[in-house]
């Protein structure tokens, strides 16, 4: 399944999508004039009587309305919506839940039609349990409207008939287990920190690449200011090293050797929206594969073994990405 990032339309069909508000099609039956600002490929699944859409917020939610509205290309396809679970913690840090009465119902909703609901309270995340009848042709259509807003970096969308996603919200707790690709979408929505986001204080830093198992919380980088120079050390060899300040981030080249002799590297750092720092250890391919060839080494071959060891960088395309490291704040020791 893929996503497909559409502009904003003005609907004549539902619910108009207002800027920031949460709008999302599934299904390719979801007529374009929808005001649908994502759409995925396939609809509600059927299996084991309907398909689970968790949409998580980023933090809380005030969440004025909530529409469902089924679309179908052929107007046979309909949909039932079987559950609708809204959760909120309360003073005591207890988990509950409400139901949101109004989405479900024992109708099938038909092409055109919806339900909804106005509970003008608190959340953090929504479950919803709908099953499409005509799985090729029964679309959904989610409308979410909320007092903050709900830009694509405030939600995530995960559903049980596939391991894709929608929204570019990710739980930054759970940095254990990323995946390159939420890495690489990290970098991409990072932001240039600023020297006092960084001077004065440790990090706690974890490494992912291709090779191995990813070393979480593998060592610390505290961050200094020398008189206008952003410098940082780490707790595995103390030497400290200066970045820069480049367009995409703070950069701090690394120099290595191997058979094709000296070459560097550069850790490339961001910024992430929940205010840890994400970074790529990058390489320009180009100049290391002429390196290389003049050193002796075939190009295609020394390609070939470059490509498939590295990641495709997010910031500049002329570079490969040798590893990720991801910087969680930390205390720092008192002197």
Excluded at 9 to 34: M, R, Y
Excluded at 166 to 173: C, N, Q
Excluded at 204 to 222: E, H, L, M, N, W
Excluded at 241 to 250: I, N, V
Aim: hydrophobic share 35%; with cysteine; proline share 4%.
């Amino acid at each position: 399944m893929r996503i497909f990032i559409l502009g904003l339309f003005a609907s004549c069909l539902a619910q108009a999508a207002v800027a920031n508000d949460l709008s999302v099609g599934f299904g390719t039956s979801i007529p374009k004039e929808s005001g649908a600002s994502i759409i995925e490929k396939s609809g509600p699944s059927r299996a084991t009587g309907g398909e689970r859409f968790t949409i998580s917020f980023r933090g809380y939610k005030t969440i004025t309305s909530v529409r469902l509205t089924d679309y179908s290309a052929s107007h046979q396809g309909k949909l039932l919506v079987r559950s609708a679970l809204a959760f909120y913690v309360d003073s005591n840090n207890n988990v509950n839940q409400v139901q949101l009465q109004g989405l479900t119902s024992t109708d099938l909703l038909a092409d055109g039609h919806f339900v909804e609901v106005t509970p003008n309270a608190t959340y953090y995340e929504i479950q919803l349990i709908v099953e499409g009848f005509s799985n090729s042709d029964a679309a959904m259509l989610l409308q979410i409207g909320s007092v903050e807003g709900i830009p694509t970096t405030d939600f995530v969308i995960k559903r049980t008939s596939s391991s894709e996603v929608a929204g570019g919200f990710l739980d930054e707790s759970d940095y254990a287990n990323f995946s390159i690709g939420e890495l690489a979408n990290l970098m991409k929505s990072g932001t240039h920190p600023a020297i006092e986001d960084l001077a004065g204080h440790s990090f706690v830093c974890s490494i992912y690449a291709k090779s191995g198992a990813p070393q979480i919380d593998f060592k610390t980088r505290t961050w200094y200011n020398n008189n206008g120079a952003l410098q940082s050390s780490t707790n595995l060899d103390g030497t400290l090293a200066t970045w820069s300040p480049t367009q995409e981030g703070w950069s701090m080249p690394i120099v290595n050797k191997n058979g094709c002799g000296q070459y560097t590297t550069n850790n490339l750092i961001r910024k992430t929206a929940g205010g840890n720092m994400v970074s790529e250890v990058e390489i320009n391919r180009y100049n290391y594969l002429v390196q290389c060839a003049n050193a002796g080494y075939d190009w295609n071959a020394q390609a070939a073994q470059l490509d498939s060891e590295t990641y495709p960088a997010v910031v500049n395309p002329a570079y490969r990405v040798l590893s990720y490291e991801f910087c969680r704040p930390a205390v720092l020791p008192n002197p």
